[in-house]
C-alpha cells in the first residue's frame, strides 16, 4: 500500500507537465480565420523561408530564453501575385516549457502566414503551430485567397478519405 501511495504522489508531482500542453491541430483556413480577426495585416506567402540560424527547442533551460533570428523568403504573396522577396524576423515563442522550433535552416515549398507591421514582417513559432503549412492544392488554395478576401474562412470539416 505504502509504495501505491508513493507511486501515486510521484506520478501526480510529475507528470503535470507531460500532459499540460493541449493544441488543436491547426489548418491553413483556421488560421488565416484567426489572423482575419487580428489587427495586424498579414500576408500569404508560398515559397522558401532560409532562416540565419535554425531555431531549436530550449534545451534544459527552466524558465526557456525565447530565440530570435533573420530569415529570408523567395517565392510570391498569394493574395496579390506579386514576388515576396524580404527578410523577415522569426520569433520563437515559449508555452511553459514547450516552444516553437524549426530545425531546419531552410524551410522549402510551404504556405507561411507573415505579419505586417508598417515596414516590417515577422512570424512567431509557437509550439502549437498556425503560420506555417505544407502547400495546398490548386483548389485548396483558390478557396482560402477567396476567403481570405472576403474574410469569411472557416475550418473545414476534416476529410478522413
Not at 119 to 140: D, R, T
Request: negative net charge; contains cysteine.
Amino acid at each position: 500500500m505504502k509504495r501505491f501511495i508513493v507511486a501515486l504522489m510521484f506520478t501526480a508531482l510529475f507528470s503535470g507537465q507531460a500532459f499540460a500542453l493541449s493544441c488543436m491541430r491547426p489548418n491553413a483556413f483556421w488560421s488565416a480565420k484567426h489572423l482575419n480577426d487580428q489587427e495586424d495585416d498579414f500576408i500569404v506567402f508560398k515559397g522558401s523561408l532560409t532562416l540565419e540560424e535554425p531555431i531549436d527547442g530550449p534545451g534544459y533551460e527552466n524558465p526557456p530564453k525565447p530565440k530570435k533570428t533573420i530569415g529570408q523568403t523567395e517565392g510570391i504573396n498569394l493574395l496579390t501575385g506579386e514576388p515576396f522577396n524580404e527578410r523577415i524576423a522569426v520569433q520563437q515563442h515559449c508555452y511553459g516549457p514547450w516552444c516553437g522550433t524549426s530545425s531546419n535552416k531552410v524551410i522549402q515549398d510551404r504556405l507561411i502566414y507573415i505579419r505586417k507591421q508598417g515596414e516590417n514582417y515577422s512570424i512567431e513559432l509557437n509550439p502549437c503551430g498556425g503560420v506555417i503549412f505544407a502547400q495546398l492544392k490548386a483548389e485548396e488554395e483558390e478557396k482560402l485567397i477567396q476567403c481570405i478576401k472576403e474574410k469569411s474562412c472557416e475550418r473545414p470539416e476534416p476529410n478522413y478519405n
